[in-house]
Protein backbone atom coordinates (compact mmCIF):
# COMPACT_ATOMS: atom_id res chain seq x y z
CA UNK A 1 0.00 0.00 0.00
CA UNK A 2 1.70 3.18 -0.93
CA UNK A 3 1.46 6.25 1.30
CA UNK A 4 1.40 9.88 0.83
CA UNK A 5 2.70 11.89 3.94
CA UNK A 6 2.13 15.84 4.02
CA UNK A 7 3.62 18.40 6.03
CA UNK A 8 4.23 22.11 6.36
CA UNK A 9 1.16 23.62 6.46
CA UNK A 10 0.00 26.70 8.77
CA UNK A 11 -0.92 30.20 9.58
CA UNK A 12 0.71 32.97 7.72
CA UNK A 13 -0.47 36.40 6.59
CA UNK A 14 -1.46 37.67 3.24
CA UNK A 15 1.59 38.19 1.28
CA UNK A 16 3.40 35.64 3.10
CA UNK A 17 5.05 32.14 2.08
CA UNK A 18 4.45 28.69 2.88
CA UNK A 19 6.00 25.51 1.72
CA UNK A 20 4.19 22.18 1.49
CA UNK A 21 6.35 18.77 1.33
CA UNK A 22 4.47 15.47 0.04
CA UNK A 23 7.06 12.29 1.20
CA UNK A 24 5.93 9.08 -1.28
CA UNK A 25 6.87 5.79 -1.40
CA UNK A 26 9.28 5.16 -3.81
CA UNK A 27 7.26 2.60 -5.79
CA UNK A 28 4.62 4.75 -7.05
CA UNK A 29 7.18 8.06 -7.05
CA UNK A 30 8.63 7.26 -10.06
CA UNK A 31 5.67 6.50 -12.43
CA UNK A 32 2.96 8.90 -11.07
CA UNK A 33 2.17 12.39 -11.61
CA UNK A 34 2.13 13.88 -8.75
CA UNK A 35 -0.15 16.95 -7.69
CA UNK A 36 -1.59 19.59 -4.89
CA UNK A 37 -5.67 19.59 -4.70
CA UNK A 38 -7.63 21.97 -2.24
CA UNK A 39 -10.22 22.15 -0.37
CA UNK A 40 -11.78 25.00 1.12
CA UNK A 41 -14.85 25.34 3.54
CA UNK A 42 -18.02 24.30 1.86
CA UNK A 43 -16.19 23.92 -1.45
CA UNK A 44 -15.66 20.80 -3.74
CA UNK A 45 -12.02 19.70 -3.74
CA UNK A 46 -9.89 21.54 -6.71
CA UNK A 47 -6.33 21.12 -8.38
CA UNK A 48 -4.23 23.40 -7.50
CA UNK A 49 -0.85 21.76 -9.72
CA UNK A 50 0.49 18.99 -10.94
CA UNK A 51 3.77 17.84 -12.10
CA UNK A 52 4.52 14.66 -14.45
CA UNK A 53 7.35 11.92 -14.27
CA UNK A 54 9.22 14.27 -16.84
CA UNK A 55 8.65 17.56 -14.81
CA UNK A 56 5.89 19.09 -16.79
CA UNK A 57 3.67 21.23 -14.69
CA UNK A 58 0.41 22.49 -15.08
CA UNK A 59 -1.50 25.15 -12.64
CA UNK A 60 -4.90 26.65 -12.04
CA UNK A 61 -5.08 29.75 -12.93
CA UNK A 62 -6.09 31.12 -9.43
CA UNK A 63 -2.58 30.02 -8.28
CA UNK A 64 -0.53 30.55 -11.78
CA UNK A 65 2.73 33.30 -10.92
CA UNK A 66 2.51 32.85 -6.99
CA UNK A 67 2.52 28.68 -6.86
CA UNK A 68 5.35 26.93 -8.49
CA UNK A 69 5.13 22.73 -7.83
CA UNK A 70 8.79 20.78 -7.48
CA UNK A 71 9.44 17.40 -7.32
CA UNK A 72 13.12 15.84 -5.85
CA UNK A 73 13.13 12.38 -7.52
CA UNK A 74 15.96 11.46 -5.53
CA UNK A 75 14.14 11.82 -1.86
CA UNK A 76 10.35 10.95 -3.86
CA UNK A 77 8.94 14.18 -2.49
CA UNK A 78 6.85 16.92 -4.40
CA UNK A 79 6.75 20.61 -3.14
CA UNK A 80 4.69 23.01 -3.40
CA UNK A 81 5.93 26.16 -3.23
CA UNK A 82 3.57 29.18 -2.13
CA UNK A 83 3.94 33.01 -2.57
CA UNK A 84 1.73 35.90 -2.48
CA UNK A 85 -0.82 34.29 -0.26
CA UNK A 86 -4.14 35.64 -0.61
CA UNK A 87 -7.03 34.75 2.41
CA UNK A 88 -8.72 32.90 -0.62
CA UNK A 89 -6.36 30.28 -0.38
CA UNK A 90 -7.34 28.42 2.75
CA UNK A 91 -8.21 25.51 2.44
CA UNK A 92 -6.49 22.07 3.49
CA UNK A 93 -3.99 20.63 1.03
CA UNK A 94 -4.07 17.33 -0.21
CA UNK A 95 -1.30 15.85 -1.88
CA UNK A 96 -2.20 13.13 -4.87
CA UNK A 97 -0.77 10.99 -6.88
CA UNK A 98 -2.87 9.95 -10.21
CA UNK A 99 -1.67 7.30 -12.82
CA UNK A 100 -4.12 6.18 -15.71
CA UNK A 101 -4.44 2.92 -15.09
CA UNK A 102 -2.83 2.05 -11.45
CA UNK A 103 -4.79 3.03 -8.51
CA UNK A 104 -4.66 6.50 -7.35
CA UNK A 105 -3.57 7.74 -3.59
CA UNK A 106 -4.32 10.90 -1.71
CA UNK A 107 -2.64 11.92 2.10
CA UNK A 108 -4.04 12.99 4.67
CA UNK A 109 -4.15 16.59 3.91
CA UNK A 110 -2.85 19.49 5.83
CA UNK A 111 -4.48 23.08 6.62
CA UNK A 112 -3.14 26.47 5.40
CA UNK A 113 -4.75 29.24 6.95
CA UNK A 114 -4.14 33.01 5.32
CA UNK A 115 -5.44 35.44 7.91
CA UNK A 116 -4.22 38.67 10.07
Known amino acids: QAQLVESGGGLVQPGGSLRLSCAAS????????MGWYRQAPGNKRELAAT???????TYADSVKGRFTISRDNAKNTVFLQMNSLKPEDTAVYYC??????????WGQGTQVTVSS
Open 96 to 105: NAYHITLPNY
Open 26 to 33: GSIFRVYR
Open 51 to 57: ITTGGTT
